[in-house]
Nanobody
Framework: QVQLVESGGGLVQAGGSLTVSCAASGRTGSMSWFRQAPGKEREFVATISWNGGNTYYKNSMKGRFTISRDNAKNTVFLQMNTLKPEDTAIYYC?????????????????WGQGIQVTVSS
């Protein structure tokens, strides 16, 4: 069983930047970030393959968000730039046993508790 712990969330002004991290208790395959805003369904944000060689983003995040990982530390990062109020959500880290990337929640075996990111206007 792999445990995931997110960190780095908080309050930031619109146009600002924030990086959230997710530390895994063991090695994982692909990892992703999802988010859920109040009153909305959980949505895919970004994913990265087990070796960091492949990444994929939801269209609205392309060019603003960057996902990366440090396998030596079993940690995945999500750097978020040019943040908008509509980026306000709880951000969840997810890890899969698979090596390939996926934007589907059902492909992920482990989930973090989530971390709040709030962007003020």
């Amino acid at each position: 069983q792999v445990q995931l712990v997110e960190s780095g969330g908080g309050l930031v002004q619109a146009g600002g930047s924030l990086t959230v991290s997710c530390a895994a208790s063991g090695r994982t395959g692909s990892m992703s970030w999802f988010r859920q805003a109040p009153g909305k369904e959980r949505e895919f944000v970004a994913t990265i393959s087990w070796n960091g060689g492949n990444t994929y983003y939801k269209n609205s995040m392309k060019g603003r968000f960057t996902i990366s990982r440090d396998n030596a530390k079993n940690t995945v990062f999500l750097q978020m730039n040019t943040l908008k109020p509509e980026d306000t959500a709880i951000y969840y880290c997810a890890a899969s046993k698979l090596q390939t990337i996926s934007g589907y929640p059902d492909d992920y075996d482990y989930w973090g508790q989530g971390i709040q990111v709030t962007v003020s206007s």
